[in-house]
């Protein structure tokens, strides 16, 4: 059974950063794509990251370009969302995802699988 725990949300002061962790387990993730999204209260949930598990690579939201990096842990199982110069504006419940293959990671309805999400909050 496939499972992806998200952890390391919390209250943060504008300008600050948080290191959200997503760890998988129930499969093999080498041919995934893994993926963050987010949603606001009251707003859709949007994509803010993904990498390429096997090779590294990456993709990121304009909105967060340059603040935020996703990386991976190979041996931990383990996908990284580093945020940093947090604004009010990033204040959501984050969510990590799992796709099989790694076309079209910007769109929800291509991941297979879901976490629980973790809220962050940053205050102004």
């Known amino acids: 059974q496939v499972q992806l725990v998200e952890s390391g949300g919390g209250l943060v002061q504008a300008g600050g950063s948080l290191r959200l962790s997503c760890a998988a387990s129930?499969?093999?993730?080498?041919?995934?794509?893994m993926g963050w999204f987010r949603q606001a209260p009251g707003k859709e949930r949007e994509f803010v990251a993904a990498?390429?598990?096997?090779?590294?690579?990456?993709d990121y939201a304009d909105s967060v370009k340059g603040r935020f990096t996703i990386s991976r842990d190979n041996a931990k199982n383990t996908v990284y969302l580093q945020m940093n110069s947090l604004k009010p504006e990033d204040t959501a419940v984050y969510y990590c995802?799992?796709?099989?293959?790694?076309?079209?990671?910007?769109?929800?309805?291509?991941?297979?699988?879901w976490g629980q999400g973790t809220q962050v909050t940053v205050s102004s």
């Open positions: 995802a799992a796709a099989s293959g790694y076309s079209g990671l910007s769109r929800q309805a291509r991941y297979d699988y």
């Open positions: 129930g499969r093999t993730f080498r041919s995934y794509g």
């Open positions: 990498i390429r598990w096997s090779s590294g690579s990456t």
